[in-house]
């Protein structure tokens, strides 16, 4: 689909890069990490960040979100935000995402495409 792929994380960049190694996930444009940014999440720095390093605007960008601070951060940079609890934060406050999934495989990337293309 020609989608630019990027990470905004709260971790270490050697936490971040040797898990997506160790687990074979390659392809993205630009990482960014806790310890790229002055201020962590909630703050906006590290999407922020990303967004730039993609070339995009934040409103041209999905954030996808497994914390409050996650989806805070992703929403005050301007983007659309997806939660998707995961097993360590099931009970966390996604009020101020745009869309709440249980799963990924709940929604095709072009149907959470469409709809935040729809809600700008």
């Known amino acids: 689909m020609g989608i630019r792929l990027?990470?905004?994380?709260n971790s270490s960049r050697a936490w971040v890069t040797g898990n997506l190694?160790?687990?074979?996930?390659?392809?993205?444009?630009c990482i960014c990490c806790s310890d790229d940014v002055a201020r962590p999440k909630p703050?906006?720095?590290v999407y922020l960040a990303v967004v730039e390093g993609l070339g995009v605007d934040p409103h041209e960008a999905v954030a996808v979100e497994d914390s409050?601070?996650?989806?805070?951060?992703?929403?005050?940079?301007?983007?659309f935000c997806v939660a998707v609890?995961?097993?360590?934060?099931?009970?966390a406050d996604y009020s101020d995402a745009d869309l709440v999934l249980a799963s990924l495989a709940d929604r095709t990337f072009s149907e959470v495409a469409?709809?935040?293309g729809a809600g700008r």
């Open 68 to 79: 409050h601070s996650g989806v805070r951060a992703a929403k005050a940079a301007g983007l």
């Open 6 to 9: 990027g990470v905004a994380s």
């Open 114 to 116: 469409a709809l935040a």
């Open 21 to 29: 190694e160790r687990l074979g996930l390659a392809g993205w444009h």
């Open 85 to 91: 609890p995961g097993s360590l934060t099931p009970d």
């Open 43 to 45: 703050a906006p720095d």
